[in-house]
């Protein structure tokens, strides 16, 4: 690391090695699995449901992100921390052929969903995704799979629903861009999905920040 740019960062928590992607997921080598957060499937269609006129295709744009990653990383199994789905509006037919004609490209794929709040909301995806759908905390060895950040778990709590995004500023500007946010006991991911908008951190004593930006990730010195 040591602040030289590069696509991905190797860390370790609770004793595995583990890589934040540039591409705003965890890739865990041991066990061949991507770690991805608030994906939110269905935003732009709940959106246009209420008629606000947002642009169509994040749900494209959020599986071809999933296809460049699994282009990248040898993958045996996806684990969505949370917020899979935004709304009911994610069940429309467009949205679960979509998702339908994606799974069928990937079909020996295992995917697992830790439930967050808004899939409490949305109601667990189409069957014949073939999803497993599992509450927080979801532990494996030391990592516990969680929504959200302060949910009590035996393991280091790898979570999502915070969006985090970091200011980082340049002279009289600046920009906010997504970013890792891992401390002692728990680590926040980066919003993964298009159209999710973010919510601005500043670390805390022991925390660490990873920023990305144009497919790279790098970490901000711990005194600013």
Known sequence: MNGRRQDHCV??????SVWLLAQKAIYWPARKMLIIADIHFG??????ALGVPVPRGTTTQNLLALDALLAAYPCDEIIFLG????????????TVAA???WRARHPRLRLTVVRGNHDWHAGDPAAALGIRMADEPHTLDGLSFCHHPDTVAPGHVLAGHVHPVFHLRAGRGGVR?????LGASRSILPSFGAFTGGHAVQPASGERVYVTADAVIFVIPSNG
């Open 11 to 16: 860390v370790e928590l609770a004793g595995e």
């Open 43 to 48: 935003k732009a269609a709940a959106f246009r």
């Open 83 to 94: 917020d899979f789905l935004h709304a009911r509006a994610a069940h429309a037919p467009a």
């Open 99 to 101: 998702m339908l004609a």
């Open 177 to 181: 861009l997504p970013c890792f946010l």
